[in-house]
């Protein structure tokens, strides 16, 4: 999978991802920020696409909220703004323009949100050093260590927390003989260059750990597996059809991969796979942040 994400994707894995997000990481980020004597709580979302992740956070977070979404696909951006306005309103709040972007309000909690166009892969989000919370879903398996650790080194004291980091383990079932091949296939691909240098891919939690700890970030981790049974049979063919892809691109034995493809395809049309693919959520704030 490279740096361009198709929004259907992307509304297909929305509501997989908000079912898995570790709750207890979550309630953590929401009392250490809290505990901020900020009026209101600025929070950079890098990768934010259609605005996934702020729909995931704002409601636990409360009180009042200043986001920046920054992705380098325009359209996305565009989309995000229309989803959060549908969101809004959907979710009982009342939405209002506002500087340069939407102001959005319901009882528990208010958002300014700005959509920022911009390569994140050569300029990191601009003002970051001033951003309470840095965060970005999806986003570390395709940056490399040397741009994590740039950011590690330039978010200027800010909480990070990167939910939903693909953790290298998938399992398939029912199993077959290819699926170890072919996950050290899709394994080896997604450590190619997704437009950030070599990418963390399936190490990226545990990469993640050692980078932010090694730059004074104390760092928690908790699992956030995605469950794909035959009510997700949608995000299932098309998670197959992308790791056959990739596997395929690697492969010296094309045939193989497609006859995995083949096989997989059948049981999901027989409504009997179910996957398990591995991801952990990654918080982590500055050694000496809490009083
Ligand atoms: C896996 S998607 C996650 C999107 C969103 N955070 C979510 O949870 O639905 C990764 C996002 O990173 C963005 N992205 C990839 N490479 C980028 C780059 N070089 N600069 C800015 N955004 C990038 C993509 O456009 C995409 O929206």
């Not at 709580?41 to 909220?65: E, F």
Request: net charge negative; glycine share 8%.
């Amino acid at each position: 999978m490279s740096g361009h994400f198709n929004a259907d994707w992307l509304d297909l894995r929305e509501p997989v991802d908000l079912a898995a997000r570790s709750v207890p990481l979550q309630k953590h980020l929401a009392s250490i920020l809290a505990s901020l004597s900020a009026e209101e709580c600025v929070i950079h979302d890098l990768g934010a696409g259609t605005g996934a992740n702020l729909r995931a956070l704002a409601p636990i977070l409360g009180g009042m909220q200043r986001w920046f979404l920054l992705d380098h696909d325009a359209q996305l951006l565009k989309l995000a703004s229309e989803r959060l306005v549908d969101w809004c309103i959907e979710s009982g709040g009342e939405v209002r323009e506002a500087r340069a972007g939407l102001s959005l309000a319901t009882e528990n909690w208010t958002a300014e949100v700005s959509m920022i166009q911009q390569d994140l892969s050569s300029t990191l989000s601009e003002g970051m050093s001033r951003a309470d919370l840095v965060t970005g879903a999806a986003l570390l398996d395709l940056v490399s260590a040397k741009w994590l650790e740039q950011l590690a080194d330039s978010s200027g004291g800010a909480v990070l927390y990167f939910p939903l980091n693909y953790n290298g383990s998938m399992q398939f079932r029912p199993a077959l003989e290819a699926d170890s091949k072919i996950t050290e296939l899709f394994n080896r691909h997604q450590s190619g260059n997704k437009g950030f240098g070599p990418a963390l891919g399936g190490q990226a939690p545990r990469r993640s750990r050692e980078i932010l700890t090694s730059y004074g970030f104390e760092c928690r981790l908790d699992e956030s597996p995605w469950h794909l049974s035959i009510e997700e049979e949608r995000l299932q063919q098309e998670l197959l059809k992308g790791i056959a892809n990739a596997a395929s691109e690697l492969s010296d034995a094309p045939g193989q991969v497609d006859g995995w493809l083949a096989q997989r395809m059948a049981s999901l049309d027989r409504g009997q796979s179910h996957l398990i693919i591995g991801h952990e959520d990654i918080l982590a704030v500055p050694k000496g942040y809490l009083p």
